[in-house]
Nanobody, 122 residues
Framework: QVRLLESGGGLVQAGGSLRLSCAVS????????MGWFRQAPGKEREFVAA????????DYTGSVKGRFTISRDNTKNTAFLQMNSLKAEDTAVYYC???????????????WGQGTQVTVSS
């Protein structure tokens, strides 16, 4: 079975940076488009960023454009989310996701990780 494990979350000061990692096991990583979602307290889970299988196509939700960068290393079976200039409103549980058929997993991906907490202090 495909398994996704997020890491790298934590507490960071506003304006600071964090890099999240998502390690994928169970199948060939390069067959999956990857994405990141987040869910803040009292809010629905929302799309944050996605990257295609070859890593050449990306998309971001408007609130993180210019601050977050999604990337992947297919030799390490890992996706990343580099988060810079963090704001208090970025505080959420961040979830990694994988999809076997979509170019970019922005809707109902096939697989989810367990999530990692990101807290930005203001």
């Amino acid at each position: 079975q495909v398994r996704l494990l997020e890491s790298g979350g934590g507490l960071v000061q506003a304006g600071g940076s964090l890099r999240l990692s998502c390690a994928v096991s169970g199948r060939t990583f390069s067959t999956y488009a990857m994405g990141w979602f987040r869910q803040a307290p009292g809010k629905e889970r929302e799309f944050v960023a996605a990257i295609s299988r070859g890593g050449l196509t990306t998309d971001y939700t408007g609130s993180v454009k210019g601050r977050f960068t999604i990337s992947r290393d297919n030799t390490k079976n890992t996706a990343f989310l580099q988060m810079n200039s963090l704001k208090a409103e970025d505080t959420a549980v961040y979830y990694c996701a994988a999809d076997s058929s979509r170019l970019l997993p922005k809707d109902e991906p096939d697989y989810w990780g367990q999530g990692t907490q990101v807290t930005v202090s203001s």
